[in-house]
């Protein structure tokens, strides 16, 4: 498997330009960082979120940062959590168990974006398999976030 048909498509759909970048196989947003050669906290890294109506969320934030829920909560004036991993491969059926590109809008699902990511030049994201990375320039990522949120919800753990 390469780039996933959906994220692709939507790419093609939306006329925004990415390269892909190939790396060995990896299995953690570390192991992908350091296989590709990319700085860490260029990698947009997606974490799914339910509320307690079922609703879904993509957060999307740097691949050396973690998700604070309580933050995000309030700032979303919800209660989300971390969605079951059966109801995660459901939702990218396309992609590969743990490489799940950082585009809600793909797949038709809200995003939320960490702040921090709208300032980087270039940001990484999983294409949908375990080793290929699709880079955005800036100006892009933010055309393909553009009906996301974007907040504070998250701290860096890795420096």
């Known amino acids: 498997m390469t780039i996933s048909t959906t994220l692709e498509s939507y790419l093609q759909d939306h006329d925004i330009p990415f390269h892909s970048v ?11 960082a350091i296989s590709a050669n990319v700085p860490l906290q260029h990698i947009a890294k997606a974490v799914v979120l339910k509320d307690h109506q079922g609703r879904n969320l993509l957060a999307v934030l740097p691949a050396n940062y973690k ?15 971390l969605a079951r991993e059966q109801e995660v491969y459901t939702m990218f059926e396309d992609c590969e168990h743990g490489a799940i590109p950082a585009v809600g809008a793909a797949y038709h699902i809200n ?27 800036k100006a892009n990522f933010h055309q393909l976030m553009k009906d996301s949120k974007h907040l504070h919800f998250s701290r860096q753990v890795i420096h």
Not at 22 to 32: N, R
Not at 67 to 81: G, H, K, P, V
């Open 67 to 81: 998700i604070s829920l309580s933050a995000l909560n309030d700032e979303m004036l919800a209660t989300y959590r």
């Open 22 to 32: 190939v790396h060995p196989h990896s299995s953690s947003s570390i192991s992908t």
């Open 111 to 137: 995003t939320v974006c960490e702040q921090v990511l709208d300032e980087l030049e270039h940001v990484y994201i999983e294409a949908g398999d375990h080793q290929t990375l699709i880079k955005i320039d």
